[in-house]
């Protein structure tokens, strides 16, 4: 395996057994500040592309180890979706797969914007943003499948730090680091041993096979402005499973974002994928919590007292209060 970084040559590139009959390599940059994997902008002449490789770890935390093979279904998601005629709109084209250097090049959908900018003060959503939103997930979740691979050792890594990390007494991770307060907050929710077994309760349903393809890290990260419409990208969590974790996932979001109440309900009324309020609500909490007080930290604009009472909502969320 060719083992690439942000400063690998055009040489090393142009040698790898991805391009076209006399396509030379341009020029190279980072594209985007990925979390899991090395994600490079590729210029040639014929081209501009994306290439993504798995590493054995996670990118952003080179000490988490992580499955090297989970580029492949990322691939499978794609080539699974490429035929709906929804879906297909608003992903990425895979243009080709190496699989001995754990490589995927896929479309290049320009210099987009991801929705990170969600969580900053006085952010307007865009009625036809939410509306995407919810017909892709409405289109994902009405999706037949039967053979999408378990994709277990990428659940067990998203387990741990769903369901395990954020809430050890000893992690090793100081919150006060993040806001000063905030690890004193959190040991009221580390020592709660109700919410600690409703929580191991919930992560063993994670684990479970379920029925419908999710996402599988369905946030603003994930979702990206082009000039082309929104774009949903970094599928490699993807499995099946309940359609309430992507709902989950996502109001979690809304609330961490301080969205108006009334562009959530404008969502529902545009989601037709039927689902259990008090699931979604579970899942919703223990991805405020983990957002709050795991090592996955977001540019929130929460104040301490706005981040204890939303750690509260969770609890509560989570314990179907």
Known sequence: MTDLSELSSLETLQSLPLWLENEKLVSTEPAGASNMNLVLRVKTNLRSVI?????????KFPQILAPIERI?????????????????DYSPKVLQYNPDNHILLIEDLGNGKDFSDIYELGYHWKPNDLRSISNYLNALHNLEVSNFPANLEM??????????????????????????????????????EEL????????????????TLLHGDFYPASWLKTDNGIKFIDTEFAYMGDCEFDLGVLFAHFDLSKMDQRHQEEFLKNYKHRYVEDLVNRYRG???????IGI??????LSLDEKESLLEKAKNYILSL
């Open 72 to 88: 492949e279904i990322e691939l499978c998601y794609y080539q699974l979706i490429e035929d709906d005629e929804i879906l297909a």
């Open 51 to 59: 290439l993504k490789q798995s590493k054995p770890y996670v990118r």
């Open 296 to 301: 996955a930290q977001l540019p929130l604009s």
């Open 196 to 211: 600690k077994s409703a929580l191991e309760l919930l992560g063993k349903r994670y684990l479970s096979h379920g029925i």
């Open 155 to 192: 659940k067990k890594l998203n387990h741990e730090h769903l369901f395990h990390f954020p809430f050890m007494e000893e992690n090793g991770f100081d919150l006060d680091t993040i806001q000063p307060g905030l690890q004193e907050i959190s040991m009221k929710y580390k020592t709660d």
């Open 286 to 292: 223990m991805e405020i919590m983990r957002r709050l």
